[in-house]
């Protein structure tokens, strides 16, 4: 998997800082990625990766720290918000994401299954990996 660190908000100090990482299948040829596409993926708004081959989401469940930043920090959704919105896209005949309790779970998901990919807290991730900051407004 390839690994792509996010971090919130810049002017938090470092210790408070909430680290979350996105993790990609390596078919996904994708070098990068702004702040505003990771929110359009997480929407449903984008569905595609730039080779057309289907995104496929998978999150930490919202009860868990991971899910629970990826909702308050880059949705800016409770996580009963994130929870009721991704429920409202299965009502809109649209794919929700796939949820995990345990993050090897997700993490083995995203390596298995081309176009997926995954958010999980930074302290999950070998000390040895690839990481790509990207900038944004978490």
Known sequence: SFYFIFSSHSEV????????????????????????????ILKGEI?????????????????IKAGKITAENILKMSTQEMDQFYLSLVFEGKQAPKTFGIVADLK???????????????????????????????
Do not use: C, Y
């Open 13 to 40: 100090p470092k210790d408070r800082k909430k680290i979350i990482v996105i993790i990609a299948n390596q078919s996904n040829k994708i070098h990068g990625m702004s702040s505003k596409q990771l929110k359009g």
């Open 47 to 63: 569905t595609q990766w730039a080779d057309n081959k289907k995104v496929i989401l998978a999150l930490m469940k919202s009860n």
């Open 108 to 138: 083995s998901f995203v390596a298995n299954t081309p176009g997926a990919i995954g958010i999980i807290e930074e302290s999950t991730i070998p000390k040895n990996t690839i990481r790509f900051t990207i900038p944004g407004d978490f």
